[in-house]
């Protein structure tokens, strides 16, 4: 990547980070969490994870990032800072879950 251009997940961020007033997770003893910190340190898994339950690898980066919007705008929720990549984690399986049922349903219905 040259100098001057960002990364898709650089962009998104920004994006997520600006759905909040500050882009910061309520709640941490230090006062906040940032999103995008948390989307640094949890991208990779959460990638893995979806890429565990759905075969496509766009569709796996796509859950991610559904996964942090819900994430960013529910944050007022999340009680422990701490847990955040736990809460992902529970977020990105109930998409991959939805997102094969509605595949399972689609293939069930196909003429």
């Known amino acids: 990547m040259s100098p001057g251009t960002r990364s898709r997940s650089s962009v ?3 994006e997520v980070a600006s759905l909040g007033s500050t882009g910061a997770l309520a709640g941490s003893a230090a006062g906040s969490v940032e999103i ?3 989307f640094e ?3 990779a898994s959460l990638t893995r994870l979806a890429r565990f339950y759905v075969d496509d690898k766009t569709a796996a980066e796509d859950l991610v990032q559904e996964a942090f919007i819900r994430f960013a705008r529910s944050r ?3 009680r422990d800072p701490a847990r955040a990549g ?3 984690r529970s977020i990105v399986i109930n998409l991959a879950r939805d997102h094969n049922r509605r595949g399972f349903l ?3 219905h196909r003429p």
Do not use: H, I, K, Q
């Open 12 to 14: 998104w961020v920004m």
């Open 36 to 38: 995008a910190a948390v």
């Open 41 to 43: 340190a949890e991208a």
């Open 76 to 78: 007022g929720r999340l």
């Open 86 to 88: 736990a809460y992902l």
């Open 106 to 108: 689609s293939w069930r």
